[in-house]
């Protein structure tokens, strides 16, 4: 019997470890993604041939939906103000219009592209003659120092 207890614990001090590591890389991605500049950013550029609010069953009040000749995915740019929303750090899409050409950086990871294939929810910076139109919020560095700070805490109990 303790024999079985002895396994089971090597058991989960191997997953904590596991899972401790998984969360310190992650951590360390989620940081270095935030701080990324503009220039290493994918960038497309061309004439917006759709704005709005909504964009086939896709409805969203905080949300523009922005396409761009060239491009085959619809832009979803968020845009909400409200207390607890991760509120873009400049915005002034409502101020853009169809036919205006507008540069866009973004960025879609995989998981993003298979969700919802005809979005592109990374979009980081939007630029209209060289005046910036939306950036993204500078997401706080609180949450990928709270999972590498978690995964650490995981290591040390478990080892």
């Given at each position: 019997m303790t024999d079985t207890l002895h396994q089971r614990k090597k058991k989960m001090m191997g997953r904590g470890?596991?899972?401790?590591?998984v969360a310190i890389i992650m951590g360390i991605y989620m940081y270095s993604?935030?701080?990324?500049?503009?220039?290493?950013?994918?960038?497309?550029t061309g004439t917006i041939t759709y704005?709005?609010?909504?964009?086939?069953?896709?409805?969203?009040?905080?949300?523009r939906f922005l396409k761009i000749e060239g491009y085959d995915k619809v832009f979803s740019i968020f845009v909400?103000?409200?207390?607890?929303?991760?509120?873009?750090?400049?915005?002034?899409i409502d101020k853009l219009a169809?036919?205006?050409?507008?540069?866009?950086?973004?960025?879609?990871?995989p998981m993003q592209r298979k969700t919802d294939p005809e979005l592109d929810k990374g979009i980081q910076f939007l630029e209209k003659n060289g005046v910036l139109y939306y950036?993204?919020?500078?997401?706080?560095?609180?949450?990928?120092?709270?999972?590498?700070h978690w995964g650490s805490s995981l290591l040390c109990f478990h080892l």
């Open positions: 470890i596991g899972v401790g590591i993604r935030s701080e990324k500049p503009r220039e290493e950013f994918e960038s497309v704005l709005d609010k909504s964009y086939g069953p896709y409805k969203n009040a905080k949300t909400g103000h409200d207390p607890g929303d991760f509120s873009p750090k400049s915005e002034q169809v036919g205006d050409v507008v540069a866009v950086y973004h960025s879609g990871t950036e993204k919020a500078i997401r706080t560095n609180t949450s990928p120092i709270f999972l590498s």
